[in-house]
Structures are given as C-alpha cells and as structure tokens.
C-alpha cells in the first residue's frame, strides 16, 4: 500500500468545523498524567486536554488513578508500575480487547503504545494513528512494518523516522506543553545548573557531571532510576556526587520542576543516544532556560541554535560553549517555547490529521454504544517486577 505521507505542512490539511470522537490509548505503565516521572503519559494527557478544550468528545483508555477531564476508560486498577505487575502483556491486550469492542463509537483511535495493537487494529487502519514516542533504530522494526503498512504512523521528530524509511508515516508532531504549565523565570537566582530526567547511561549523567566540574558550577539531579539502572547509578554515578556542588535531589513533581528548571541557569542534555524528542528540552524553555545539550537525535529539531540553547558534541565543546548558552535571552527563550511548542498547536496538529484520515469528512461514527465508565474495569492481581518488557528502552525516553 502506498504511504498515505501528507506532502505539504500540517496546517494546509483540510478541515471542518465539525467535532470528533476520538479515543486515545495511552501506556498504562503510569497514570495520565504521570504524578513524577513519565514522559509519554504527560504528552498524553497534555494531548486529551487540549482536545476537550477544543470542542472533541475524547475518550481516554488509561491506567487507574489516571485524572482527565475527557472520558475514562480504566483499564487496570494501579498504574502497572506502582502495581509491580511481572508481566503487562495480559493488561494491554485486555485494554485493546476492550477499545476494539468499542470502536464503532469513534471517528479515531489514537494510539500511544508503540505497536501492539497492529495485528488486532488492521481492519481498521484508517480509523486508527498510532504515535510512536520510541526510538526506531532498532532491530527488525522495518521488516514489522513491511508487514502492516495500511497502519498510519506519526513520528515526534523527524529524526526518529529516519531508520524506518518506507513505514507509513502521515507526519510528524512535535510534543507540546500546556503555556501555564510553567511560568517563566527571567532572572534566576539559584546559580547552578540542572539535570532532569532519568539516570541511565545514554542519557549523559557522568557527562553533565564532567561539564559542571569543570566550569565550576553547582549541578543539581532531578531523575528517576529505573531498577535496571540501579548498578549503574551506584557504580558510576555514586561515586561522582559532591554535595553542594554535585548533588543528587531525587525525582520531583511538575510543581517543584517548575522551581527546580526556572532558577537554573541552563539543562544540560549530553546525551549519548538517538532522542525521539526530549520533552524536558522544552520544559526547560517553558521556564525560560536554555538548553546545552549534545547533537543526537531530534536535539537539533527541538533546540533552535543561539536561541534556545547551544548543540555541541562533545564534552570539551560544551564546556567552551557555556558562556554562550549563559548570555542568551531568557524572555526570547521563552517566546520561542510559546510558537513552537504549544499543546495547543500538538491538538491543532493531530486534528488536522485525523480529518486527513477521514478524507475531511468530519463523519460521525455508525453505531451509538454506551460509554462504560469508571466501574467497568477489569481485575488486575499481577504482583512484582516490571521494567521494561513491551516498553523497550524506547518507552522511556523521555
């Protein structure tokens, strides 16, 4: 099947006045939103809301304990992690089991778990998106996607698309952030740097330590460790803390990231591997922070060179480059967040999307079933171990 690759931007789609019904399925790893760490689930929930605020009868399938002012479907009573579930295989097919009985309800099915429902979703890949939040420089995703190329895909940058050239991708959409999450700081007074996100090794921690030691610059640690990083954290990061100047504050909330990234001076985002995205990136511009952070991946989509922040390679160039990032002008940091990075313009995005799915008829769904609520969920007894089956590394990479 061809791909179905819009050819010119986004807004010339066309579009109708018209409301849709739309269903978004989210991971259910995390609540949406996620109450610390959990980058897809945030951009889901920013997404459902924008999308309720914008006239649509969404319809949100999520893990319990979520909060959405759309409707909910839980699909499992705790968050998957908080459950410590060992296997969350029968949870996701359980949701999809459940989405598909209820398709006909909807114009859309938006889906944001990488690709499990292909096979059972085929018959009807026309009615369906599915956003791929992951890295795809993996092994034998592009032979899977040769196999399902009637499934519309969306990429968060385009440079998470480059490894699976000929899958059917519709678009791309940058992630975006609500403009009130965070207020900008235009004069911060904490006077160190900051880090903020996960402690693993391609996410560059030992070299945001290395960039901070060696201009002599506090650096503060906002990140989550995930158990399988836990041996690395105690063995090579560890031993690396020196407070105040180093020192690790554990993973915080969207109230304290706002503090935490605001009074900062700049993020440092070395990281040492293909980024789908980054949303900590325009977290950081939320606040009016700059960004320095290494040319990987989406980095040089998201960050605007000299206006939001410094790209450089290597440890020596972000060293050089710290001065620069320092002088840039915080208000236009923040000016730049609001055009570009907007959930606003996310919705707007994916609305015009999905009317390219439906031919712009803004046609409304064949059979009118009742939305079951709150109290159809289905038991979850699963105790222990999660990590990351289903969710490749990928999954978390935000």
């Known amino acids: 099947m061809p791909s179905q690759q819009w050819r010119g931007p986004i807004e010339t789609i066309p579009s109708t006045s018209l409301p849709l019904k739309i269903a978004q399925i989210a991971p259910l790893i995390e609540s949406v939103p996620p109450r610390l760490y959990g980058g897809t689930e945030r951009v889901v929930s920013y997404l459902t809301e924008?999308?309720?605020?914008?006239g649509h009868d969404v319809t949100l399938f999520a893990s319990g304990r979520s909060m959405t002012s759309a409707k909910l479907i839980p699909c499992c009573d705790l968050p998957l992690r908080q459950k410590g579930a060992p296997d969350p295989l029968p949870h996701y097919l359980a949701m999809l089991d459940k989405a598909h009985g209820m398709a006909a309800q909807f114009d859309i099915l938006h889906f944001h778990i990488d690709q499990l429902q292909f096979p059972l979703f085929r018959d009807l890949a026309?009615?369906?998106?599915?956003?791929?939040h992951g890295r795809q420089d993996l092994p034998d995703l592009e032979?899977?996607?040769t196999r399902f190329p009637q499934m519309p895909l969306v990429s968060i940058s385009d440079a998470q698309r480059r490894p699976v050239p000929h899958a059917n991708f519709i678009g791309t959409v940058p992630n975006g952030l609500p403009l009130d999450l965070f207020a900008p700081t235009l004069d911060p007074r904490g006077g160190y740097l900051a880090f903020l996100?996960?402690?693993?090794p391609e996410k560059g921690l030992d070299h945001a330590i290395a960039i901070a030691s060696a201009?002599?610059?506090p650096l503060r640690i906002a990140a989550k460790i995930d158990r399988p990083d836990a041996e690395y954290f105690h063995n090579v990061i560890e031993p690396l803390l020196a407070p105040p100047m180093i020192d690790y504050?554990?993973?915080?909330?969207?109230r304290q990231k706002s503090r935490f990234l605001g009074e900062a001076r700049a993020l440092l985002f070395p990281i040492e591997w293909p980024e789908p995205f980054g949303v900590v990136m325009i977290e950081a511009m939320a606040c009016g922070t700059p960004v320095l952070a290494f040319r990987r991946g989406s980095v040089p989509e998201v960050v605007d060179e000299d206006v939001t922040g410094c790209l450089v390679d290597t440890v020596s160039e972000a060293i050089?480059?710290?001065g620069r990032v320092l002088a840039l002008d915080r208000a236009r940091v923040r000016r730049r967040f609001e055009t570009r990075f907007s959930a606003a313009r996310m919705a707007r995005n994916y609305v015009a999307l999905y009317r390219r799915l439906l031919g712009a008829s803004g046609a409304r769904p064949r059979a009118e079933q009742p939305i079951l609520l709150a109290s159809d969920r289905f038991p979850n007894r699963l105790e222990d171990g999660l990590?990351?089956?289903l969710t490749h590394p990928a999954r978390l990479s935000m």
Not at 50 to 54: F, G, T
């Open 50 to 54: 924008e999308l309720v605020a914008q």
């Open 126 to 132: 026309s009615r369906t998106l599915t956003t791929l």
């Open 143 to 145: 032979e899977f996607y």
């Open 197 to 200: 996100g996960r402690v693993s």
């Open 215 to 217: 201009v002599g610059l």
């Open 249 to 254: 504050v554990g993973e915080i909330d969207d």
């Open 320 to 322: 050089a480059a710290l």
């Open 387 to 389: 990590e990351r089956r």
